[in-house]
């Protein structure tokens, strides 16, 4: 049988497995963590599964803010300037994918891979308990600009079957009550019905029991990968802080981390860490039964099972780096002003920070890697969870196609 070992148990990882053991690969999971799902986004991200809010991050709007970014301006985004040259091909490559033209193909590209993954887990989700639900979601604009530019999007997007729908602030309270009680004033809503919500990190544990039991999947916890290893162009090994582990065929799934790690083998990864931050706090009975993103203070709100889940802030910083509890209150105040009775702040509140993996056209990298042996999954950016379902699928088909090509 075909061994392969996919490095990183985040759901990205977990679904690769899953696509690669449906095509008769003999799989060996590694991650850091103790149990799948723990170091990484697919623990404390949104929660949302947004099918059809895949805008590309670089935009004509994101490069105007630029400066503001800068200085600070913006609670909701921060931009450090880093001197690393990693960083300057990045931040280019960023730019000059924000023009007009290249933000709407990038969108729709996303759009086309989001549906497919859509269906695969229409597929996969009745077998796994993780709080699924498919109650839609609203995109909240506090300025008349904002519902243009959202109307004139949502049109291209309903060529290919989005179905979204622009609502007066009436409309949109009167589909989903919470709002009622918003904190703010908004001017129009866009409705996305076929949007779900669900909790990655439950999926990833109830995946990991089919994984072992249909599959006989193999997974090795608390072992961190710290380089890869080719000799004359094809993968040898992998090196963790236990030893090296013989590998001539692996998938590098390790989000923001996968860039230094494809680096020690000579592959370079357009990835630059966007760090965020979630809250989880018990929801009340005004929590939202729909998806809300307030697009203006960059935070959704996702109500999973009787939780909820808020996610938001986006800092391009330096790689990688940790918990930083004034970013986390920007994040908890922002939250209490939008929805403040949606969930039970004053009680007890799990604090996240975790970062995306964002390539500078928002689109994820899949395949081949000039390493031999050595495939790639990674660059998902905010929509690691809505994707991984599509690029599983692509990246088992690579992997197939690898070896016949061999």
């Not at 030893?243 to 230094?260: D, H």
């Amino acid at each position: 049988m075909r061994e392969i070992t996919v490095l990183g148990a985040g759901v990205v990882g977990m679904t690769s497995a899953y696509e690669l053991a449906r095509k008769g690969f003999a799989v060996t999971i590694v991650d850091a963590a103790a149990s799948p799902a723990e170091a990484g986004a697919s623990f404390g991200n949104g929660s949302q599964l947004s099918y059809f809010y895949t805008d590309a991050m670089a935009s004509p709007s994101m490069a105007a803010s630029l400066p503001k970014y800068l200085l600070g301006r913006d609670p909701a985004f921060r931009l450090e300037v880093i001197l690393s040259p990693r960083f300057l091909e990045w931040g280019l490559r960023f730019l000059a994918n924000s023009t007009q033209a290249r933000f709407e193909r990038n969108t729709i590209d996303v759009l086309k891979l989001a549906m497919h993954s859509r269906k695969e887990f229409a597929e996969l989700s009745g077998r796994i308990a993780f709080d699924h639900s498919r109650t839609g979601k609203l995109n909240l604009y506090s300025s008349k600009e904002g519902v243009e530019k959202a109307r004139q999007l949502s049109d291209l997007k309903n060529r290919f079957g989005a179905d979204q729908a622009m609502l007066t602030p009436d409309e949109a309270i009167a589909r989903e009550p919470a709002l009622a009680h918003y904190g703010h004033s908004f001017v129009g809503a866009l409705w996305s019905p076929y949007d779900e919500s669900g909790d990655s990190h439950l999926f990833c544990l109830g995946l990991r029991s089919i994984l072992e039991s249909d599959f006989g999947v193999q997974f090795k916890f608390n072992t961190r990968i710290i380089g890869i290893n080719a000799k004359s162009g094809r993968l040898t090994s992998l090196t963790t802080e236990e030893g090296e582990i013989p590998c001539s065929k692996a998938v590098l799934c390790l989000g923001s981390w996968t860039a230094p790690i494809a680096r020690s083998a000579g592959v370079h990864v357009p990835i630059w860490p966007v760090q965020g931050y979630s809250m989880t706090v018990a929801a009340t009975a005004h929590a939202p039964s729909s998806n809300i993103t307030d697009v203006s203070r960059k935070t959704v709100f996702c109500r999973i099972g009787n939780r909820l889940r808020v996610a938001g802030l986006a800092d391009i910083r330096r790689e990688n780096v940790g918990f930083r509890k004034d970013r986390f209150s920007t994040l908890f105040e922002t939250a209490r002003g939008i929805l403040p009775k949606a969930g039970q702040y004053d009680e007890e509140v799990s604090a996240w920070t975790g970062s995306r993996p964002v390539t500078p056209n928002s689109q994820p990298i899949v395949g081949r890697s000039k390493v031999n042996g050595l495939l790639l999954n990674c660059g998902h950016g905010t929509l690691g969870w809505t994707l991984s379902m599509a690029t599983a699928k692509v990246l088992a088909e690579s992997a197939v196609n690898s070896i016949s090509g061999s």
